[in-house]
């Protein structure tokens, strides 16, 4: 009977030992957990566990949000974890920083050349490096993962506040301030082709764009296209620029994003023709198919005021031989030139239609309408 009595009193104490050790333990689907529903028993221990893999208050929350915790309820579960586990904020954010620049030291040449951002949050002055992933996505904390390819830094900001406002409510008051700062930018490679003046690869930085590339690279030779430059991305062509545009209008609209890889690909021009004579800016001009000669003279900043409109002159060459062009004022608007013409505009002929000279005994002699 004492024995039978002594195992009864063992089995429930071990019972009770089981039942406190379950207790203590956090389920492994946190999908549908509440943040009430776990006991500060069992949120010691397993802060206590995470200490021994050498984690932090922040790592701890990643995990259980990796592991389904709803991030509803990690602000309530960050206050208790930071009252049962007080860190120093300032160490803390330094080991991270340390540990970032000790695995991008580990890394090769092209992978430490990802971007950095620099998240702060002004509130509590606390700093955090994240590194974007080839793929162009930063993984926040509470935000999750998020992409940020082809953001500016505003762009980039407002979609972090906005992921972020749940848990800073008061970043939407403004009293607490989320500012981001770039930090490494990556480089890509671009290769251009064709008639350039400096042709080859170039190593640019990624935020770099086409006519940076075509900047460093000297741009289109004399007789090479500025009307019909090729962006070629995975062998098919995805932009046709105009540097026209730019150059006449200042429409930047085909100055796109480049990534690494593209090619640039300056063809030679196939119509081009040159104006002289009382012209703002005389020189030589590319036309696309059916531009006309007016286009012409826009692009040559238009006539000066001493040009006769009234017609236009110029040589074209055949063959074998040249032959005179000779163009109404009221054609130009339908007369498309044709590659290697020449065009001269005059300027008005030297007499006047209306005018009268008196001289003599008068008081004011000179010429008069």
């Known amino acids: 009977m004492i024995i039978m009595n002594c195992l009864r009193g063992l089995f429930i104490f071990l019972f009770f030992l089981i039942s406190t050790t379950i207790l203590a333990q956090i389920p492994t689907d946190l999908s549908k957990l509440k943040a009430s529903q776990i006991s500060n028993t069992q949120l010691q221990q397993y802060l206590a566990q995470a200490k021994d893999r050498g984690l932090t208050n922040d790592q701890v929350e990643t995990e259980l949000l990796q592991r389904g915790f709803p991030e509803s309820e990690m602000a309530e579960l960050r206050l208790r974890i930071q009252q049962l586990n007080p860190v120093d904020t300032k160490t803390e954010t330094n080991n991270e920083v340390n540990q970032v620049n000790q695995d991008t030291r580990r890394k090769s040449p092209q992978t430490s050349n990802n971007p950095l951002l620099n998240i702060q949050e002004e509130k509590t002055k606390s700093p955090k490096t994240l590194k974007v992933s080839p793929d162009g996505t930063i993984n926040v ?25 749940k848990y800073y409510p008061a970043l939407r008051s403004g009293q607490t301030k989320l500012e981001l700062a770039l930090g490494n930018i990556r480089s890509i490679r671009v290769i251009l082709i064709g008639a350039v003046n400096r042709p080859g690869t170039y190593t640019l930085p990624s935020l770099a764009n086409l006519f940076n590339a075509l900047y460093v690279s000297g741009g289109p030779t004399e007789n090479g296209s500025f009307r019909n430059i090729e962006l070629i991305r995975n062998n098919r062509v995805v932009e046709v620029a105009d540097l ?32 002289t004579g009382q012209l703002n800016r005389p020189g030589i001009f590319e036309l696309k198919q059916h531009e006309t000669l007016q286009d012409a003279v826009s692009f040559a900043g238009g006539f000066k005021s ?6 236009i002159t110029g040589n074209r060459f055949s063959d074998f031989d040249k032959s005179v062009i000779d163009v109404s004022g009221d054609s130009l608007k339908v007369f498309e030139p044709r590659n290697g013409d020449e065009y001269f505009i005059d300027s008005v002929v030297n007499r006047y239609q209306n005018r009268v000279i008196i001289s003599g005994a008068v008081f004011k002699p000179g010429p008069y309408d």
Do not use: H
Not at 149 to 160: D, M, N
Not at 253 to 259: D, F, G, I, Q, W
Not at 306 to 311: D, I, P, S, V
């Open 141 to 165: 904390k509470y935000a999750g993962v998020i992409n940020v390819s082809g953001l500016t830094i505003e762009g980039a900001t407002s979609v972090l506040k906005n992921r972020l406002t």
């Open 244 to 275: 026209y545009d730019f150059l006449l209008k200042g429409d930047l609209s085909s100055n796109v994003r480049l990534e690494d890889n593209d090619v640039i690909r300056v063809p030679f021009a196939t119509n081009m023709i040159t104006l």
């Open 306 to 311: 001493k040009a006769f409109k009234g017609r």
